[in-house]
């Protein structure tokens, strides 16, 4: 039973580039939540989608920043024109169902602005 | 709005002996809460979770917490600690009545390491 899936692992972008991370969530899962760690930090919620919906983006920054979660494919978390702040690891986690359920989250992507 | 505190940055514990790692949370309504374990360039993993019921709950490689709602805490425990339980351990929650931003993710605090002593 596979699990979360994100790719790349590892990300370098220069600045001004674009960054696009992929999440695939565990079989049967339909509830997909993108997460940002700084060093040192605890996560922090960006945004919950379904499929072909974006139920929550109250975390995301209003500039830059997109996700998406097509009918078919991964769910996509899209940076544009990275800054250097943005360096981070960005963790997708899923669930079967809302609120009480647990997440289950995926290895993680480490994006490096350089 | 909720928030969780972790106040230890660091436990430390010999191997064998019970550990503990601290979280108490903040909420407006009732918690749903969490542990998470996560080690070096991996992902979190799920330990267990307080939904209703049962103060205690028992989780996944032997550990347990315990929910006490005067304290508003959700201390996680072990009674016999291992070495390979060094890793990195977040406590998180969601408010089960906030319908506001951000209601379907979960608010972590920023982390306790264990560190496990041979």
């Known amino acids: 039973n596979a699990g979360v899936m994100q790719n790349p692992r590892h990300l370098v972008r220069r600045r001004g580039q674009e960054a696009r991370l992929r999440c695939s969530p565990m079989?049967?899962?339909?509830?997909v939540y993108w997460y940002r760690q700084l060093p040192e930090e605890g996560l922090k919620f960006m945004v919950y989608?379904?499929?072909?919906?974006?139920?929550?983006e109250s975390g995301m920054p209003k500039e830059r920043f997109s996700a998406e979660f097509p009918k078919e494919g991964p769910s996509i978390l899209r940076i544009q024109q990275v800054v250097r702040g943005d360096s981070a690891a960005y963790f997708c986690?899923?669930?079967?169902?809302?609120?009480?359920?647990?997440?289950?989250f995926g290895p993680g992507t480490r994006l490096t602005v350089t | 709005a909720q928030s969780v505190a972790q106040p230890e940055d660091q436990v430390n514990v010999a191997e064998g002996n019970p550990l503990t790692v601290k979280c108490t949370y903040s909420?407006?309504?009732?918690?749903?809460l969490f542990w998470y374990v996560q080690y070096p360039n991996r992902g979190l993993q799920f330990l267990l979770k307080?939904?209703?019921?049962?103060?205690l709950v028992k989780g996944s490689y032997g550990f347990e917490a315990e929910f006490n709602k005067s304290q508003t805490s959700f201390h996680l425990k072990k009674p016999s600690a291992l070495v390979s339980d060094s890793a990195l351990y977040f406590c998180?929650?969601?408010?089960?009545?906030?319908?506001?931003?951000?209601?379907?993710?979960?608010?972590f605090g920023k982390g306790t390491h264990l560190i496990i002593q041979p």
């Open positions: 989608l379904q499929k072909e919906n974006i139920i929550d």
């Open positions: 986690a899923s669930s079967l169902g809302r609120l009480s359920y647990e997440q289950y």
């Open positions: 909420v407006s309504g009732n918690p749903y």
């Open positions: 998180a929650v969601r408010d089960i009545e906030w319908s506001g931003g951000g209601a379907d993710g979960l608010t």
């Open positions: 307080y939904i209703t019921g049962d103060n």
């Open positions: 079989k049967g899962h339909s509830h």
